[in-house]
C-alpha cells in the first residue's frame, strides 16, 4: 500500500512538472537557433530557386536518405542474421551491404563535391576611382 502511495505522488508530481520542463527545453536558445536557421534556408531557398527545382531537390533528398536507410538496414539484418545462424554466408552478404553503404555515401560526397566547385560566382565590380564612390550619412535626431 505504501508503495501504491508513493507511486500515487509521484505520478501527481510528475503531471504537474514535466509540462514546465518539455516547454522550457522548446524554448531554449538552442531550439530557437535552429528555428531560426530552418526558416532562412527555407527563405533563402524560395527566393534562390523556382518551385520545381526547390521540389526536385527535396524528392532527391528523401530518395537517397531512403536508400542509406534500406542499404543500412540490410547490413544489420544480415548482422544479426549472420550471428544468430553462425553462417559464413550471411556474413558475406553483411560485408557486400557495408561495401554498398560507404559506396554509396562516398559517392554522394564526390557529387556533393562536384556541385559545390560548379556553384555559381556573382563576380564583383570594383570602382577604380574614390570620386565615383557617394558617401551616405545618416543624420540621427534624438526627439
Not at 502511495?5 to 527545453?25: Q, T
Not at 536558445?29 to 527563405?43: E, I
Not at 533528398?61 to 538496414?73: C, E, F, G, I, Q
Not at 556553384?119 to 565590380?125: F, G, K, N, W
Amino acid at each position: 500500500m505504501e508503495i501504491f502511495a508513493f507511486l500515487l505522488i509521484g505520478g501527481i508530481w510528475a503531471a504537474f512538472l514535466l509540462p514546465s520542463f518539455f516547454e522550457s527545453r522548446r524554448r531554449a536558445p538552442l531550439s530557437t537557433t535552429r528555428n531560426f536557421a530552418r526558416s532562412k534556408d527555407l527563405l533563402a531557398s524560395v527566393s534562390a530557386t523556382n518551385g520545381q527545382a526547390l521540389k526536385a531537390r527535396r524528392r532527391a533528398a528523401t530518395r537517397r536518405s531512403r536508400v542509406v536507410t534500406v542499404l543500412s538496414l540490410g547490413a544489420v539484418g544480415s548482422l544479426a542474421v549472420a550471428v544468430l545462424q553462425s553462417s559464413f554466408v550471411w556474413l558475406l552478404a553483411t560485408i557486400a551491404f557495408d561495401v554498398a553503404v560507404a559506396g554509396y555515401v562516398a559517392l554522394l560526397l564526390q557529387m556533393r563535391a562536384v556541385r559545390e566547385q560548379t556553384a555559381p560566382v556573382v563576380s564583383l565590380v570594383a570602382v577604380d576611382a574614390v570620386d565615383e564612390v557617394q558617401h551616405h550619412t545618416v543624420r540621427v535626431v534624438a526627439g
